[in-house]
């Protein structure tokens, strides 16, 4: 069983922004940037093009009022979507706020943020669903 997994059976507490019967979303807990939210399908598959036809194609319909929320909620120019998927063996989609192309890049120091802050994030982002 995957995090992901057991973030979706609620054995692991998440700041949850959406849940379907194939998704659910969530605030990344080491973000990029102020509302770095992940979009994971309920089904346990390692790589995002390996998910059925179904899934992917309803991962962007199930993501796009998310992104629009995210704009709505933090000053930035677009939400980037992007596919890494190494770091958990779970396909997933991250959701991030970016100004510039520099604002996704792994490679840099994650953010922290206190717990009333994630949940100041979780409810700026819900207010705009």
Do not use: W
Not at 4 to 21: L, N
Not at 115 to 128: G, M, N, R, T, W
């Amino acid at each position: 069983m995957t995090i992901f997994s057991k973030i979706i059976a609620g054995e692991i507490p998440s700041y949850k922004i959406a849940e379907s019967e194939m998704f659910y979303a969530f605030l990344d807990i080491f973000p990029l940037q102020k509302g770095h939210v992940l979009v994971v399908p309920k089904i346990e598959i390692d790589k995002v093009f390996d998910l059925p036809t179904t899934y992917l194609s309803d991962l962007l319909v199930f993501a796009q009022p998310i992104a629009q929320a995210i704009e709505k909620s933090f000053s930035c120019n677009r939400v980037s979507m992007v596919t890494v998927g190494l770091e958990v063996p779970h396909a997933h989609l991250h959701l991030i706020p970016i100004n510039e192309a520099k604002d996704i890049d792994f490679a840099q120091p994650k953010l922290s943020f206190t717990v009333e802050e994630f949940k100041e994030i979780q409810a700026s982002i819900l207010q705009h669903l």
